[in-house]
Protein backbone atom coordinates (compact mmCIF):
# COMPACT_ATOMS: atom_id res chain seq x y z
CA UNK A 1 0.00 0.00 0.00
CA UNK A 2 1.28 3.58 -0.87
CA UNK A 3 0.06 6.15 1.66
CA UNK A 4 0.12 9.37 -0.50
CA UNK A 5 0.75 7.46 -4.15
CA UNK A 6 -0.68 10.57 -6.38
CA UNK A 7 2.39 12.36 -4.50
CA UNK A 8 4.77 9.31 -4.01
CA UNK A 9 4.31 8.23 -7.60
CA UNK A 10 4.16 11.41 -9.33
CA UNK A 11 6.02 11.89 -12.75
CA UNK A 12 8.99 13.39 -12.44
CA UNK A 13 8.48 16.25 -14.64
CA UNK A 14 5.37 17.04 -12.38
CA UNK A 15 7.53 16.43 -9.31
CA UNK A 16 10.19 19.11 -10.08
CA UNK A 17 7.25 21.70 -10.88
CA UNK A 18 5.86 21.25 -7.49
CA UNK A 19 9.22 21.44 -5.76
CA UNK A 20 9.85 24.52 -8.06
CA UNK A 21 6.84 25.85 -6.76
CA UNK A 22 7.84 25.36 -2.90
CA UNK A 23 11.31 26.39 -3.04
CA UNK A 24 9.96 29.80 -4.25
CA UNK A 25 7.33 30.62 -1.63
CA UNK A 26 10.62 28.95 0.72
CA UNK A 27 12.44 31.06 -0.08
CA UNK A 28 10.58 34.11 0.33
CA UNK A 29 9.22 32.68 3.40
CA UNK A 30 12.35 32.47 5.54
CA UNK A 31 13.88 35.55 3.65
CA UNK A 32 10.95 37.86 4.92
CA UNK A 33 10.76 35.58 8.41
CA UNK A 34 14.32 34.99 9.51
CA UNK A 35 17.06 37.52 9.83
CA UNK A 36 19.77 35.06 9.92
CA UNK A 37 18.61 33.68 6.29
CA UNK A 38 17.90 37.44 5.04
CA UNK A 39 21.57 38.50 5.94
CA UNK A 40 23.22 35.09 4.46
CA UNK A 41 21.12 36.18 0.88
CA UNK A 42 22.13 39.86 1.34
CA UNK A 43 25.73 38.74 1.71
CA UNK A 44 26.05 36.71 -1.18
CA UNK A 45 24.00 39.11 -3.12
CA UNK A 46 20.55 36.74 -3.91
CA UNK A 47 17.09 37.74 -3.62
CA UNK A 48 14.13 35.69 -3.85
CA UNK A 49 13.19 36.82 -7.26
CA UNK A 50 16.48 34.97 -8.30
CA UNK A 51 15.14 31.63 -7.59
CA UNK A 52 12.87 30.06 -9.90
CA UNK A 53 12.86 26.78 -9.94
CA UNK A 54 14.47 23.77 -8.28
CA UNK A 55 17.61 23.84 -9.99
CA UNK A 56 18.31 27.42 -8.97
CA UNK A 57 18.73 25.87 -5.32
CA UNK A 58 22.40 25.34 -6.06
CA UNK A 59 22.60 29.29 -5.70
CA UNK A 60 21.32 29.21 -1.83
CA UNK A 61 23.87 29.24 0.79
CA UNK A 62 24.14 26.15 2.84
CA UNK A 63 23.48 25.68 6.34
CA UNK A 64 24.93 23.67 8.77
CA UNK A 65 25.10 22.55 12.41
CA UNK A 66 27.11 25.92 13.91
CA UNK A 67 24.28 28.05 12.93
CA UNK A 68 21.83 26.16 14.64
CA UNK A 69 24.47 26.58 17.81
CA UNK A 70 25.10 29.64 17.24
CA UNK A 71 21.86 31.45 16.93
CA UNK A 72 20.70 29.02 20.21
CA UNK A 73 17.97 28.79 20.65
CA UNK A 74 15.35 30.39 18.26
CA UNK A 75 17.83 32.22 15.89
CA UNK A 76 16.79 29.85 13.02
CA UNK A 77 13.51 30.10 13.49
CA UNK A 78 10.92 31.62 11.16
CA UNK A 79 8.49 31.78 13.26
CA UNK A 80 7.57 33.27 16.64
CA UNK A 81 8.75 30.78 19.15
CA UNK A 82 4.81 30.98 21.35
CA UNK A 83 3.23 30.31 17.84
CA UNK A 84 5.16 26.91 17.76
CA UNK A 85 2.98 24.09 19.19
CA UNK A 86 6.34 21.38 20.41
CA UNK A 87 9.95 21.85 21.13
CA UNK A 88 12.16 18.66 20.08
CA UNK A 89 15.95 19.39 21.33
CA UNK A 90 18.81 17.07 20.72
CA UNK A 91 22.13 16.01 22.31
CA UNK A 92 24.46 18.79 22.11
CA UNK A 93 27.61 18.78 22.16
CA UNK A 94 30.09 21.02 24.97
CA UNK A 95 28.02 23.91 23.80
CA UNK A 96 24.46 23.68 23.69
CA UNK A 97 21.98 21.37 22.19
CA UNK A 98 20.04 21.54 19.17
CA UNK A 99 16.60 22.89 19.72
CA UNK A 100 13.86 22.02 17.07
CA UNK A 101 10.12 23.27 16.68
CA UNK A 102 7.04 22.19 15.09
CA UNK A 103 3.97 24.34 14.19
CA UNK A 104 0.76 22.50 14.18
CA UNK A 105 1.22 22.26 10.42
CA UNK A 106 4.60 21.03 10.51
CA UNK A 107 3.21 18.40 13.34
CA UNK A 108 0.67 17.21 10.31
CA UNK A 109 3.58 16.97 7.40
CA UNK A 110 5.41 15.26 9.98
CA UNK A 111 2.72 12.79 11.06
CA UNK A 112 2.10 12.70 7.00
CA UNK A 113 5.55 11.21 5.88
CA UNK A 114 5.93 8.89 9.05
CA UNK A 115 2.67 7.82 7.67
CA UNK A 116 4.18 6.76 4.27
CA UNK A 117 7.33 5.61 5.63
CA UNK A 118 5.13 3.05 7.73
CA UNK A 119 2.91 2.54 4.96
CA UNK A 120 6.41 2.47 2.88
CA UNK A 121 8.30 0.06 5.44
CA UNK A 122 4.64 -2.73 4.75
CA UNK A 123 1.94 -0.99 7.56
CA UNK A 124 -1.56 -1.66 6.99
CA UNK A 125 -4.08 0.06 9.00
CA UNK A 126 -5.33 -1.96 12.07
CA UNK A 127 -1.82 -3.47 12.43
CA UNK A 128 -0.65 -2.83 15.93
CA UNK A 129 2.96 -1.31 16.40
CA UNK A 130 5.41 -0.96 19.46
CA UNK A 131 7.03 2.15 19.65
CA UNK A 132 10.07 1.09 21.71
CA UNK A 133 12.08 4.50 20.71
CA UNK A 134 12.34 6.34 23.51
CA UNK A 135 9.30 8.86 23.98
CA UNK A 136 10.53 12.66 25.12
CA UNK A 137 12.99 15.48 23.31
CA UNK A 138 14.47 12.72 21.25
CA UNK A 139 12.46 12.85 17.98
CA UNK A 140 12.03 8.84 17.76
CA UNK A 141 9.25 7.94 19.70
CA UNK A 142 6.72 10.77 19.22
CA UNK A 143 7.27 11.02 15.62
CA UNK A 144 6.74 7.11 14.99
CA UNK A 145 3.76 8.22 17.06
CA UNK A 146 2.10 10.75 15.30
CA UNK A 147 2.59 8.68 11.61
CA UNK A 148 1.08 5.53 13.44
CA UNK A 149 -1.91 7.57 14.49
CA UNK A 150 -2.64 9.32 11.22
CA UNK A 151 -2.21 5.77 9.26
CA UNK A 152 -4.45 4.48 11.50
CA UNK A 153 -2.30 2.09 13.55
CA UNK A 154 -2.76 0.51 17.37
CA UNK A 155 -0.15 2.20 18.72
CA UNK A 156 1.66 0.19 22.01
CA UNK A 157 3.89 3.39 22.93
CA UNK A 158 6.40 1.23 25.24
CA UNK A 159 9.11 3.41 24.44
CA UNK A 160 13.10 2.54 25.66
CA UNK A 161 14.12 0.20 27.89
CA UNK A 162 12.36 -2.60 30.33
CA UNK A 163 13.29 -5.40 27.56
CA UNK A 164 11.28 -7.75 29.26
CA UNK A 165 8.40 -5.97 29.85
CA UNK A 166 8.57 -5.27 25.99
CA UNK A 167 8.64 -9.05 25.51
CA UNK A 168 6.26 -9.68 27.20
CA UNK A 169 3.73 -7.63 26.27
CA UNK A 170 4.55 -8.64 22.31
CA UNK A 171 4.06 -11.88 23.21
CA UNK A 172 0.37 -10.81 25.00
CA UNK A 173 -0.92 -7.84 22.53
CA UNK A 174 0.65 -9.44 19.21
CA UNK A 175 1.90 -6.29 17.79
CA UNK A 176 2.46 -6.72 14.18
CA UNK A 177 5.14 -4.14 13.61
CA UNK A 178 8.01 -3.16 15.66
CA UNK A 179 9.99 0.20 16.18
CA UNK A 180 12.84 0.73 17.32
CA UNK A 181 16.68 0.85 17.26
CA UNK A 182 18.77 -2.39 15.45
CA UNK A 183 20.80 -2.92 18.10
CA UNK A 184 17.78 -2.79 20.20
CA UNK A 185 16.21 -5.15 18.38
CA UNK A 186 19.55 -7.49 18.30
CA UNK A 187 19.63 -6.81 22.08
CA UNK A 188 16.49 -7.73 22.93
CA UNK A 189 17.34 -11.70 21.75
CA UNK A 190 19.22 -12.42 24.65
CA UNK A 191 16.50 -11.33 26.89
CA UNK A 192 14.04 -13.52 24.81
CA UNK A 193 16.46 -16.84 25.24
CA UNK A 194 16.44 -16.19 29.29
CA UNK A 195 12.50 -15.97 29.00
CA UNK A 196 12.62 -18.80 26.71
CA UNK A 197 10.78 -17.25 24.10
CA UNK A 198 11.26 -18.55 20.56
CA UNK A 199 11.95 -15.42 18.66
CA UNK A 200 11.47 -16.64 15.21
CA UNK A 201 7.90 -17.09 16.96
CA UNK A 202 7.48 -13.60 17.72
CA UNK A 203 4.19 -11.35 16.48
CA UNK A 204 6.60 -9.19 14.95
CA UNK A 205 6.69 -9.17 10.94
CA UNK A 206 8.22 -6.14 9.91
CA UNK A 207 10.45 -3.86 12.14
CA UNK A 208 10.77 -0.06 11.19
CA UNK A 209 14.92 0.63 12.40
CA UNK A 210 16.76 3.85 12.72
CA UNK A 211 18.68 6.40 14.23
CA UNK A 212 21.75 4.68 14.04
CA UNK A 213 24.19 3.36 11.71
CA UNK A 214 23.43 -0.53 10.83
CA UNK A 215 25.03 -2.81 8.52
CA UNK A 216 23.31 -5.35 5.76
CA UNK A 217 25.06 -8.63 8.48
CA UNK A 218 22.79 -7.14 11.32
CA UNK A 219 19.71 -6.77 9.02
CA UNK A 220 20.01 -10.37 8.03
CA UNK A 221 20.36 -11.32 11.57
CA UNK A 222 17.99 -9.41 12.93
CA UNK A 223 15.66 -10.96 9.60
CA UNK A 224 16.83 -14.95 10.39
CA UNK A 225 16.33 -14.86 14.28
CA UNK A 226 13.07 -12.47 14.80
CA UNK A 227 11.81 -14.28 11.48
CA UNK A 228 10.97 -10.23 10.27
CA UNK A 229 11.51 -8.10 7.27
CA UNK A 230 13.76 -5.07 8.92
CA UNK A 231 13.34 -2.00 7.02
CA UNK A 232 15.78 1.53 7.43
CA UNK A 233 14.22 4.75 8.71
CA UNK A 234 16.26 7.71 8.56
CA UNK A 235 15.70 11.22 9.46
CA UNK A 236 17.37 14.09 11.98
CA UNK A 237 15.75 16.28 14.14
CA UNK A 238 17.30 19.45 12.42
CA UNK A 239 14.84 18.34 8.91
CA UNK A 240 11.92 16.79 11.25
CA UNK A 241 12.88 13.95 12.75
CA UNK A 242 12.21 10.30 11.72
CA UNK A 243 10.48 10.35 8.32
CA UNK A 244 12.80 12.06 6.09
CA UNK A 245 13.19 8.35 3.62
CA UNK A 246 11.98 4.87 4.30
CA UNK A 247 12.79 1.57 2.87
CA UNK A 248 10.19 -0.16 1.09
CA UNK A 249 9.97 -4.02 1.34
CA UNK A 250 12.32 -4.04 -1.75
CA UNK A 251 15.14 -2.74 0.26
CA UNK A 252 17.08 -1.19 -2.02
CA UNK A 253 17.36 2.17 -0.64
CA UNK A 254 15.69 4.78 1.14
CA UNK A 255 12.95 6.10 -0.60
CA UNK A 256 12.96 10.64 0.35
CA UNK A 257 10.29 11.85 0.39
CA UNK A 258 11.61 14.61 -1.97
CA UNK A 259 8.41 16.57 -2.56
CA UNK A 260 8.34 18.04 0.88
CA UNK A 261 12.55 17.27 2.13
CA UNK A 262 14.36 18.09 -1.26
CA UNK A 263 17.81 16.05 -1.36
CA UNK A 264 21.71 17.02 -2.79
CA UNK A 265 24.09 15.03 -2.76
CA UNK A 266 27.54 17.10 -2.31
CA UNK A 267 31.40 16.93 -2.27
CA UNK A 268 31.88 17.82 1.07
CA UNK A 269 35.10 19.73 0.53
CA UNK A 270 33.68 21.56 -2.26
CA UNK A 271 30.50 21.98 -1.75
CA UNK A 272 29.70 21.03 -5.32
CA UNK A 273 26.90 18.28 -6.33
CA UNK A 274 28.66 14.84 -7.38
CA UNK A 275 27.65 12.34 -10.49
CA UNK A 276 24.44 10.79 -9.71
CA UNK A 277 25.38 6.93 -7.87
CA UNK A 278 28.17 8.67 -6.30
CA UNK A 279 29.03 9.23 -2.28
CA UNK A 280 28.82 12.26 -0.94
CA UNK A 281 27.52 14.24 1.95
CA UNK A 282 23.53 14.55 2.03
CA UNK A 283 21.84 17.78 2.10
CA UNK A 284 18.70 18.46 2.94
CA UNK A 285 16.40 21.89 1.95
CA UNK A 286 13.08 21.35 3.81
CA UNK A 287 10.46 22.49 1.33
CA UNK A 288 7.16 23.14 3.70
CA UNK A 289 8.19 23.34 6.87
CA UNK A 290 7.04 26.36 8.71
CA UNK A 291 8.51 26.61 12.10
CA UNK A 292 12.27 26.01 11.34
CA UNK A 293 12.51 26.00 7.73
CA UNK A 294 16.19 24.86 6.27
CA UNK A 295 17.68 25.83 3.40
CA UNK A 296 20.30 23.52 2.11
CA UNK A 297 21.00 21.77 5.71
CA UNK A 298 24.36 19.71 5.54
CA UNK A 299 23.25 16.66 7.53
CA UNK A 300 27.26 15.08 7.29
CA UNK A 301 25.37 12.08 6.49
CA UNK A 302 27.83 10.44 3.59
CA UNK A 303 25.29 8.16 1.39
CA UNK A 304 24.63 8.01 -2.66
CA UNK A 305 21.48 8.66 -4.58
CA UNK A 306 19.41 7.08 -7.26
CA UNK A 307 16.90 8.67 -9.42
CA UNK A 308 15.95 5.40 -10.70
CA UNK A 309 12.14 4.44 -10.13
CA UNK A 310 11.52 1.70 -7.49
CA UNK A 311 9.71 -1.56 -8.69
CA UNK A 312 7.21 -0.45 -5.72
CA UNK A 313 6.77 2.58 -8.07
CA UNK A 314 7.56 4.91 -5.96
CA UNK A 315 9.34 7.97 -8.34
CA UNK A 316 11.24 9.53 -5.22
CA UNK A 317 14.91 9.59 -5.56
CA UNK A 318 16.53 6.85 -3.17
CA UNK A 319 19.44 7.35 -0.94
CA UNK A 320 22.18 4.13 -0.05
CA UNK A 321 22.04 3.74 3.74
CA UNK A 322 24.89 5.82 5.33
CA UNK A 323 28.14 5.54 4.48
CA UNK A 324 29.68 7.15 6.55
CA UNK A 325 30.22 10.77 8.39
CA UNK A 326 31.64 13.88 7.12
CA UNK A 327 32.98 14.50 11.13
CA UNK A 328 34.22 12.59 13.85
CA UNK A 329 31.02 12.33 15.43
CA UNK A 330 30.25 8.76 16.14
CA UNK A 331 26.60 7.75 16.78
CA UNK A 332 26.38 4.97 20.17
CA UNK A 333 22.88 3.39 19.92
CA UNK A 334 21.22 6.44 18.88
CA UNK A 335 22.99 8.32 20.82
CA UNK A 336 25.45 11.34 19.15
CA UNK A 337 28.41 10.76 20.61
CA UNK A 338 31.07 13.92 20.29
CA UNK A 339 35.01 13.25 21.37
CA UNK A 340 35.09 16.88 22.65
CA UNK A 341 31.95 16.35 25.00
CA UNK A 342 34.41 13.39 26.65
CA UNK A 343 37.29 16.30 26.15
CA UNK A 344 35.20 18.80 28.55
CA UNK A 345 34.35 15.75 31.02
CA UNK A 346 37.54 15.05 31.44
CA UNK A 347 39.10 18.41 32.59
CA UNK A 348 36.59 18.75 34.52
CA UNK A 349 37.37 15.83 36.95
CA UNK A 350 40.43 17.42 38.79
CA UNK A 351 43.75 16.53 37.68
CA UNK A 352 42.74 14.72 34.48
CA UNK A 353 44.10 15.58 31.20
CA UNK A 354 42.40 14.96 28.26
CA UNK A 355 44.79 12.15 26.93
CA UNK A 356 41.98 9.86 26.14
CA UNK A 357 41.28 7.53 23.29
CA UNK A 358 37.38 6.25 22.67
CA UNK A 359 36.26 2.45 21.71
CA UNK A 360 33.43 1.57 20.69
CA UNK A 361 32.66 -1.82 20.15
CA UNK A 362 29.95 -4.19 19.32
CA UNK A 363 29.72 -7.84 20.64
CA UNK A 364 27.49 -9.97 18.56
CA UNK A 365 23.93 -9.67 20.00
CA UNK A 366 24.96 -6.80 21.95
CA UNK A 367 24.17 -3.15 22.52
CA UNK A 368 27.45 -0.44 21.38
CA UNK A 369 29.85 -0.40 24.16
CA UNK A 370 31.46 2.72 24.55
CA UNK A 371 35.22 2.36 26.68
CA UNK A 372 37.34 5.49 27.18
CA UNK A 373 40.84 5.09 28.17
CA UNK A 374 42.23 8.08 29.92
CA UNK A 375 45.61 8.15 30.73
CA UNK A 376 46.98 8.56 33.93
CA UNK A 377 49.48 11.66 35.45
CA UNK A 378 50.82 11.86 38.23
CA UNK A 379 48.84 14.21 39.69
CA UNK A 380 46.26 11.62 39.99
CA UNK A 381 48.14 8.43 40.86
CA UNK A 382 47.78 7.12 44.24
CA UNK A 383 49.12 4.30 46.11
CA UNK A 384 45.63 3.67 47.25
CA UNK A 385 43.46 1.54 44.98
CA UNK A 386 40.07 3.33 46.43
CA UNK A 387 41.31 6.69 45.18
CA UNK A 388 42.02 5.67 41.51
CA UNK A 389 38.95 3.41 41.17
CA UNK A 390 36.86 6.78 42.86
CA UNK A 391 38.54 8.93 39.65
CA UNK A 392 37.39 6.05 37.49
CA UNK A 393 33.84 6.10 38.82
CA UNK A 394 33.80 9.96 39.04
CA UNK A 395 34.33 10.48 35.21
CA UNK A 396 31.93 7.78 34.38
CA UNK A 397 29.15 9.41 36.11
CA UNK A 398 29.92 12.63 35.01
CA UNK A 399 29.83 11.10 30.74
CA UNK A 400 26.71 9.30 31.92
CA UNK A 401 25.33 12.37 33.24
CA UNK A 402 26.50 14.31 29.53
CA UNK A 403 26.12 11.33 27.18
CA UNK A 404 22.90 9.57 28.63
CA UNK A 405 24.51 6.04 28.17
CA UNK A 406 27.20 4.49 29.95
CA UNK A 407 30.95 4.43 28.95
CA UNK A 408 33.39 2.56 30.98
CA UNK A 409 36.66 4.59 31.85
CA UNK A 410 39.67 2.55 31.99
CA UNK A 411 42.72 4.00 33.42
CA UNK A 412 45.84 3.18 31.07
CA UNK A 413 49.76 4.36 31.25
CA UNK A 414 51.03 7.64 30.32
CA UNK A 415 51.65 7.65 26.84
CA UNK A 416 50.31 4.38 25.62
CA UNK A 417 47.66 5.61 23.68
CA UNK A 418 49.57 5.78 19.80
CA UNK A 419 50.29 9.27 19.26
CA UNK A 420 50.18 10.04 14.95
CA UNK A 421 52.65 13.28 14.21
CA UNK A 422 51.95 14.46 17.85
CA UNK A 423 48.27 14.06 17.37
CA UNK A 424 46.44 11.55 19.40
CA UNK A 425 44.52 9.10 17.88
CA UNK A 426 40.79 9.96 19.60
CA UNK A 427 38.66 7.51 18.45
CA UNK A 428 38.69 3.45 17.59
CA UNK A 429 35.63 2.14 15.61
CA UNK A 430 35.58 -1.72 16.22
CA UNK A 431 32.29 -2.25 15.35
CA UNK A 432 31.84 -3.47 12.08
CA UNK A 433 29.10 -2.06 10.50
CA UNK B 1 60.59 5.71 62.21
CA UNK B 2 58.54 6.89 58.78
CA UNK B 3 59.81 4.64 55.57
CA UNK B 4 59.45 6.29 52.02
CA UNK B 5 57.45 3.53 50.05
CA UNK B 6 57.11 3.52 46.10
CA UNK B 7 54.30 2.90 44.21
CA UNK B 8 53.94 2.50 40.70
CA UNK B 9 50.89 2.60 38.28
CA UNK B 10 51.01 -0.72 35.97
CA UNK B 11 48.13 -1.06 33.86
CA UNK B 12 47.06 -4.97 32.78
CA UNK B 13 49.71 -5.79 29.87
CA UNK B 14 51.61 -8.80 29.86
CA UNK B 15 55.43 -8.04 30.73
CA UNK B 16 54.80 -4.47 32.82
CA UNK B 17 55.90 -5.63 36.05
CA UNK B 18 59.19 -7.28 34.28
CA UNK B 19 59.54 -4.19 33.08
CA UNK B 20 59.59 -2.28 36.03
CA UNK B 21 61.45 -5.18 37.80
CA UNK B 22 64.23 -4.93 34.81
CA UNK B 23 64.26 -1.18 35.69
CA UNK B 24 65.37 -0.90 38.64
CA UNK B 25 67.46 -3.99 39.21
CA UNK B 26 69.69 -2.22 36.20
CA UNK B 27 69.48 0.77 38.14
CA UNK B 28 70.89 -1.27 41.35
CA UNK B 29 68.03 -1.14 43.32
CA UNK B 30 67.10 -3.87 45.62
CA UNK B 31 63.49 -4.60 46.62
CA UNK B 32 62.54 -5.52 50.17
CA UNK B 33 59.34 -5.87 50.17
CA UNK B 34 56.36 -5.57 47.87
CA UNK B 35 53.25 -6.11 46.94
CA UNK B 36 50.66 -5.47 44.16
CA UNK B 37 46.86 -4.56 44.38
CA UNK B 38 44.49 -5.03 41.24
CA UNK B 39 41.23 -4.01 39.32
CA UNK B 40 39.83 -5.47 36.32
CA UNK B 41 42.42 -2.57 33.96
CA UNK B 42 45.44 -1.80 36.92
CA UNK B 43 47.45 -2.47 39.33
CA UNK B 44 49.68 -0.50 41.98
CA UNK B 45 52.80 -2.16 42.91
CA UNK B 46 53.98 -0.95 46.10
CA UNK B 47 57.13 -1.37 47.49
CA UNK B 48 60.13 -0.52 50.03
CA UNK B 49 63.50 -0.46 48.57
CA UNK B 50 67.22 0.25 49.66
CA UNK B 51 67.01 3.82 47.63
CA UNK B 52 63.99 5.05 46.94
CA UNK B 53 64.44 8.40 46.04
CA UNK B 54 66.80 6.60 43.21
CA UNK B 55 64.31 3.97 42.69
CA UNK B 56 61.60 7.51 41.54
CA UNK B 57 64.37 9.13 39.45
CA UNK B 58 64.57 6.07 37.64
CA UNK B 59 61.25 5.28 37.14
CA UNK B 60 60.42 8.99 36.10
CA UNK B 61 63.10 9.00 33.68
CA UNK B 62 61.50 5.74 32.09
CA UNK B 63 57.54 7.72 31.95
CA UNK B 64 56.36 5.49 34.66
CA UNK B 65 53.74 6.81 37.33
CA UNK B 66 55.42 7.09 40.74
CA UNK B 67 55.25 8.27 43.86
CA UNK B 68 56.54 8.25 47.25
CA UNK B 69 54.62 8.03 50.34
CA UNK B 70 55.25 7.25 54.35
CA UNK B 71 54.53 4.00 55.34
CA UNK B 72 56.23 2.25 58.63
CA UNK B 73 57.36 -0.88 59.14
CA UNK B 74 56.51 -2.87 62.46
CA UNK B 75 57.54 -6.19 64.00
CA UNK B 76 55.27 -8.89 64.28
CA UNK B 77 55.77 -11.70 66.86
CA UNK B 78 55.91 -15.06 64.18
CA UNK B 79 53.71 -16.72 66.26
CA UNK B 80 49.69 -17.53 66.33
CA UNK B 81 47.56 -14.32 67.15
CA UNK B 82 51.10 -12.33 66.69
CA UNK B 83 49.72 -9.94 64.21
CA UNK B 84 45.44 -10.05 65.34
CA UNK B 85 47.92 -8.64 68.86
CA UNK B 86 49.16 -5.73 66.84
CA UNK B 87 45.80 -5.22 64.77
CA UNK B 88 43.92 -5.15 68.04
CA UNK B 89 45.39 -2.42 69.58
CA UNK B 90 45.13 -0.29 66.67
CA UNK B 91 41.42 -1.07 66.76
CA UNK B 92 41.28 -0.33 70.50
CA UNK B 93 42.35 2.98 69.43
CA UNK B 94 40.31 3.64 66.37
CA UNK B 95 43.26 3.82 64.03
CA UNK B 96 42.29 2.51 60.28
CA UNK B 97 44.19 0.43 58.38
CA UNK B 98 44.37 1.34 54.51
CA UNK B 99 46.44 -1.60 53.64
CA UNK B 100 49.76 -4.21 54.71
CA UNK B 101 51.79 -6.24 53.35
CA UNK B 102 55.16 -8.54 54.45
CA UNK B 103 58.54 -8.19 54.47
CA UNK B 104 60.56 -10.77 52.12
CA UNK B 105 63.04 -11.04 55.09
CA UNK B 106 63.49 -10.72 58.72
CA UNK B 107 65.12 -8.62 60.86
CA UNK B 108 65.60 -11.57 63.78
CA UNK B 109 63.15 -14.20 64.53
CA UNK B 110 60.05 -11.78 63.87
CA UNK B 111 58.36 -11.58 61.05
CA UNK B 112 58.51 -7.40 59.16
CA UNK B 113 55.08 -5.79 58.21
CA UNK B 114 54.72 -2.84 56.27
CA UNK B 115 51.41 -0.70 57.07
CA UNK B 116 49.96 2.34 55.20
CA UNK B 117 47.68 4.20 57.58
CA UNK B 118 45.63 7.45 57.11
CA UNK B 119 47.01 8.81 59.91
CA UNK B 120 50.72 7.81 59.81
CA UNK B 121 51.73 9.94 63.67
CA UNK B 122 48.53 9.03 65.41
CA UNK B 123 49.38 5.36 64.27
CA UNK B 124 53.37 5.44 65.79
CA UNK B 125 52.54 7.14 68.87
CA UNK B 126 50.04 4.20 69.91
CA UNK B 127 52.23 1.63 68.64
CA UNK B 128 55.82 2.83 70.26
CA UNK B 129 52.88 3.08 73.53
CA UNK B 130 51.98 -0.10 73.57
CA UNK B 131 55.71 -1.96 73.33
CA UNK B 132 55.21 -2.72 69.45
CA UNK B 133 58.27 -2.44 67.38
CA UNK B 134 58.64 0.36 64.89
CA UNK B 135 61.75 0.33 62.40
CA UNK B 136 63.20 2.67 61.94
CA UNK B 137 64.53 4.18 58.27
CA UNK B 138 67.85 2.32 58.69
CA UNK B 139 67.15 -0.98 59.71
CA UNK B 140 65.28 -1.16 56.74
CA UNK B 141 68.10 -0.55 54.64
CA UNK B 142 70.22 -2.99 56.38
CA UNK B 143 68.41 -5.58 56.01
Known amino acids: MIWEEKIECMPLADLKNLQSERLKELVSYVYKNNPVYKKKFDMTGITPSDIRTIDDISKLPFTVKDDMRDNYPFGMFSMPSEDLAEIHVSSGTTGNPTVVGYSKEDLKLWSTVMARALCCAGALPKDKIQIAYGYGLFTGGLGMHYGALEMGLTIIPTSSGQTKRQLKLMQDLRPRVLACTPSYALYMLEDAAEMKIDPAKSSWEIGIFGAEPWSDSMRNEIEDRWSMLATDVYGLSEIIGPGVAQECAHKNGLHVFSDVFYPEIIDPETGKIVPEGTAGELVITTLTKKGIPLLRYRTRDIVSMTNKKCICGRTSPRISKIKGRTDDMIIVRGINVFPSQIEHVLLSVEGVQPHYQIIVDRKAGRLDEIEIHVEVEEKIFSDEMKKLQDIERRIQKELESILSIFAKVKLVEPRSIPRSEGKAKRIVDKRSL | ?143
Open chain 2, 1 to 143: MKITQISVFLENKKGRLYDVCHLLGKNNINIKALTIAESDDFGILRMVVNDPDAALKALKDSDIVAKQTEIIAVEVDDRPGGLAGILKVLEDNGINVEYMYGFVEKQSDKALMVFRFDNIDEAIKVLMKNNVKVLAKNDVVKL
